[in-house]
């Protein structure tokens, strides 16, 4: 199985419930590594252009302003198949149709406040990755 790098985001909702290392610990039971991860506060200008896939949906300005809410940790997680690994112990986007045992399924709040980002396909995995961070940064 190849081995990948996929972007996962732990959002506001959880980083401010002091949350994070139990999703940390969910993301190295299944395996990842998590390579590469810092806090930070996004400005309104990074979270527009990081979503701007969204930028049409009707949602798009509450998902900009609750993502600048509060810090977030941006990762690089690491390992076979990480990035579809990654969206099967996230759960789905919506934590009422997410999965028993996923991280959105145990922690998440809402769609809107879910707990965790994660690429959705390799080539978006390493445009978000590259939108964070630089080579140097990842230690494998
Ligand atoms: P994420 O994987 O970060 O990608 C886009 C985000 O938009 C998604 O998770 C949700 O948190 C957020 N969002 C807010 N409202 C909706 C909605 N109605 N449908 C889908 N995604 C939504």
Do not use: C, W
């Not at 879910?114 to 939108?131: M, T, W």
């Amino acid at each position: 199985m190849p081995i990948e790098n996929t972007l996962s985001i732990i959002k506001p909702d959880a980083t401010k419930r002091n949350i994070t290392g139990l999703i940390n610990a969910k993301i190295e039971k299944a395996g990842l590594k998590i390579v590469a991860q810092k806090r930070i506060m996004l400005s309104k200008e990074l979270a527009e252009k990081f979503y701007s896939v969204h930028k049409d949906r009707p949602f798009f300005n509450d998902l900009v302003n609750f993502m600048i809410s509060g810090p977030v940790i941006v990762q690089v997680l690491r390992g076979e198949n990480a990035v579809s690994l990654n969206r099967s112990i996230m759960g789905a986007t919506n934590p009422t149709d997410a999965e028993e045992g996923t991280i959105r399924s145990e922690f998440a709040q809402s769609v809107e406040a879910n707990s965790v980002h994660g690429s959705d396909s390799l080539e978006n995995a390493l445009k978000e990755i590259s939108f964070f961070f630089a080579e140097i940064d990842i230690l494998i």
